[in-house]
């Protein structure tokens, strides 16, 4: 299945009048979120990098601050408000992406190498800063009034503030070469416009969809693809969230949009395409500020909420979501989708090939086949042992239920196997003899003694030779500097 999926734009949000800074009342809410992100796959978030030229490969390092490894308050920021726009229906603001997208009252354009790709924005979803209600009467979508917006000339501040996140709790890093981050592009239509306007509306807002298996990663390094310095799932960062002067439905979107609910998940920094950056945030804990107090005594009027408390706070927050929000059923229920985070039923997003697009041209979003990413691929850039998924030499199963179980439990023996990777029991270009277990046109399996319940698969070198299944066989392991096995070759 292709990586993303869009987010409808369905109904938008109702205007209302930003509160102006300098007004704070007892009716308004103020306070500090404490908030935890686990990383369930590798996660990764640049720092600044050198420039490198545009065909050469780039090895890009964690953001650090004075050596401690941080996300960014300004990219967290950036994430949790585009979920907080697709849950509310909030105008299309692109806030801190002008590079590559902008929004021009009802046009949204993209650029990509070669021009310019134009698609219309819906009603109701132009930014709210190009629209008279905001310009006359000071109106704007929740988003813009919570996080604030800037627009030639109009402004208005948000009423939020994230930290940097800090990492606290390190299960370690590692180098990995990502997958290129393919096609399809803007200027693909039939995937960024709506099939009913003739592919010229733009669909929605873009999500990727969970791969639970982790980053696809390659040894091939071009031009086209990264090698980054990735955290490993398990690693724990924290970071506060501080809100003042929100109307009570702002913050309870406020908080939804940070901890969601079962079984959905965030996906946040670079590589979401190819696995990256699957995380959990939880709300550890919760200050609110009681305003009258403050004015009284200066310096005080915080009040923790308790651990018990918490936990109900949290559970209420998430009916009055779906209350106050019931307009925005339809993006929400879209966004469930795509960040459903299920390890018994994992899916395997990857970007269709280039042979599938050149061949599939108008064929839309939805009917893109689960196996594009396979579609007339070289065998040989593909090597088995790496962590790219790679469907089974063609055999018969006597039932698709059979084929889900198999599916399956290939998933979670590739997830072990990814574990037992971190230290490959083999030197690299080690020889090893070893038994033929199946043979198929081009390509013969074998298992390496040392690495139990896997198969490799190699590719035929001589072609006069014949590969018979129980003969044995010389096999040369390639092993990188991040102790994977990246093929196994015929010595
Ligand atoms: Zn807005």
């Known amino acids: 299945m292709n990586p993303y999926q869009f987010v409808p734009f369905a109904e938008p949000a109702e205007l209302k009048p930003v509160v102006p800074h300098e007004k704070i009342d007892g009716s308004l809410n103020s306070g500090v979120l404490r908030c935890r992100l686990t990383a369930l796959t590798e996660f990764f978030v640049s720092g600044p990098q050198e420039r490198v030229a545009r065909d050469q490969h780039q090895r890009l390092q964690f953001c650090r601050d004075s050596g401690t490894p941080i996300i960014p308050g300004s990219s967290l920021k950036g994430s949790i ?11 299309l603001s692109l806030a801190g992406d002008v590079r590559k997208r902008r929004v021009r009252n009802d046009i949204l354009s993209y650029w990509d190498k070669r021009r310019q790709h134009d698609y219309q924005v819906p009603d109701g979803f132009a930014p709210c800063g190009m629209r008279n209600e905001f310009k006359q009467k000071k109106k704007a979508c929740p988003a813009c009034r919570v996080f604030g917006l800037l627009y030639s000339g109009e402004v208005h501040l948000g009423r939020v503030h994230f ?10 890093f590692r180098e990995i070469t990502l997958e290129p981050f393919g096609a399809p592009g803007p200027r693909h239509r039939t995937f960024y416009g709506t099939p009913e306007s003739g592919n010229q509306i733009a669909r929605g807002r873009k999500f990727y969809y969970h791969r639970v298996q982790g980053a696809r990663t390659t040894s091939e390094k071009t031009g086209q ?32 949009s940070l901890i969601l609910e079962e079984p959905m998940r965030h996906k946040i920094g670079m590589g979401k395409g190819v696995g990256l950056g699957s995380v959990k945030i939880d709300i550890t804990g919760w200050q609110k500020l009681d305003v009258k107090k403050r004015y009284q005594n200066p310096g005080t009027g915080f009040v923790n909420v308790s651990a018990d408390q918490l936990e109900l706070e949290l559970q209420n ?13 339809e993006a929400f229920e879209a966004l469930r989708d795509i960040w459903t985070w299920d390890e018994d039923n994992p899916r395997d997003p990857q970007y269709p090939s280039y042979m599938w697009f050149k061949e599939n041209r108008n064929v839309p979003l939805e009917e893109v086949p689960d196996d594009a990413g396979q579609y007339k691929v070289r065998p040989s850039a593909a090597p088995r042992g790496s962590q790219r998924s790679q469907p089974e030499p063609s055999r018969s199963t006597s039932s698709s239920d059979a084929a889900t179980l198999k599916q399956l439990q290939k998933q979670r023996d590739k997830q072990k196997q990814q574990e037992a990777l971190f230290e490959v029991p083999y ?34 070198k001589n072609p006069y030779r014949r590969y018979k299944v129980g003969s044995k066989i010389r096999v040369r392991v390639h092993v990188n500097a991040a102790s994977e096995i990246t093929r196994v070759e015929e010595a």
Do not use: M, W
């Open 317 to 329: 927050v998430r009916k009055r979501y779906h209350e106050s929000f019931s307009y925005a059923r």
């Open 225 to 256: 693809n990264k090698t980054v310095e990735a955290s490993l799932p398990g690693s724990v960062f924290e970071f506060t969230v501080e809100y003042h002067g929100l109307r009570d439905d702002e913050l309870i979107l406020l908080v939804y």
């Open 427 to 460: 030197q690299d270009r080690e020889v090893e003899k070893v038994t033929i277990l199946e043979v198929s046109e081009a390509t013969f399996a074998v298992s390496l003694p040392k690495i139990k319940g896997k198969t490799f698969e190699v590719k035929k």
């Open 163 to 172: 930290s940097d996140a800090r990492l606290v709790s390190d299960t370690g």
């Open 81 to 91: 408000r585009s979920v907080f726009e697709a849950l509310s229906g909030s105008c």
